[in-house]
Structure formats: C-alpha cells, structure tokens
C-alpha cells in the first residue's frame, strides 16, 4: 500500500515524525522554538501530509562521517590476541590462587593462636590450596605448550 498525503497517520507515525525532530534538535537544526512548535503540530497531525511537512526541510539521515580507512590486520593478529587473553587469564587465575591461599592461611594461624597456640593443629589449608595450585600448574603447563 502505497502512502498519500491525505492518509490519515497513526501514533506510530507521529512519534517516528517526533523522534526526527528530537534528532534534528539535538544536532541543532532547530531552535529550541521550532522545536517546540513543530512537536505540538506532530502531535495533533492527522495525516501524512501534515507529518511530512514537519521534516521536510530536514536530512533524512545524518551526514556521512568520513569513511573509516581499512587497515589489514597482520597475519596472525587473532592467535596473538587470544594467546594474551590466555596469558591474562592465567596470570588472574594465579592471582586468585594467591590471594585464597593467604587468606585460609591467616585463618588457619588465627584459629591456632586463639586457640591456645599450643601445638600445631591438623593444616587444612592444603585442602583448598594443594587441588587448586596443581590445577593451575597443569593450566601453566599447557600454556606454554
């Protein structure tokens, strides 16, 4: 179905109509004004017509920026930067094993203290650090293969 002037718009219309004039504003084609009176007539238009007459002073779509210039990657760009995802992942999952691993320790000297600091009781922090640490070893490992 093609549109005529005399075709009575619908709220969708108007707003579409609306949201130029925002853009149109917003990029400072129109002054605070012409905004103002441009967006009452938007929302009492009726048909198509009077909607057209609204923007048709107004580019359709904004100017075009300058085209952005294709630069080639290097051979190999793609494997280099999931290689340093890797390394940044390994080294933060290092992080994290030394950061758990002081503190089930402070935890562990604590209770020990507290609690009389007479002989030391059974070390359960190799628990949490002794799977972890040689999970992140063979991960290490693996790396650097």
């Not at 009575?8 to 917003?26: H, M, N, W």
């Given at each position: ?27 400072g084609r129109?002054t ?7 967006l ?5 238009a009726?048909?198509f017509g ?19 210039v294709?630069?080639p990657?290097p ?14 992942n390994?080294?933060?999952?290092w992080y994290?094993w ?13 209770t020990?203290?507290t609690?009389?600091?007479g ?6 922090p190799?628990w949490?650090m002794g ?8 991960a ?6």
């Amino acid at each position: 179905m093609s549109v005529t002037p005399e075709m009575r718009a619908g709220d969708e219309d108007r707003d579409r109509t609306i949201t130029v004039l925002r853009e149109a504003f917003a990029e400072g084609r129109l002054t605070q004004d012409e905004f103002q009176q441009r967006l009452g007539k938007a929302q009492e238009a009726k048909t198509f017509g009077e909607l057209d007459a609204l923007t048709t002073d107004l580019p359709t779509a904004p100017p075009a920026a300058a085209p952005a210039v294709a630069v080639p990657a290097p051979a190999g760009s793609a494997q280099v930067a999931v290689q340093d995802d890797d390394g940044r992942n390994l080294r933060a999952g290092w992080y994290s094993w030394l950061g758990v691993s002081v503190l089930v320790n402070v935890i562990y000297f604590a209770t020990w203290i507290t609690g009389g600091g007479g002989s030391a009781p059974y070390y359960w922090p190799i628990w949490v650090m002794g799977p972890w640490g040689a999970a992140m070893v063979i991960a290490t490992l693996n790396k650097r293969r």
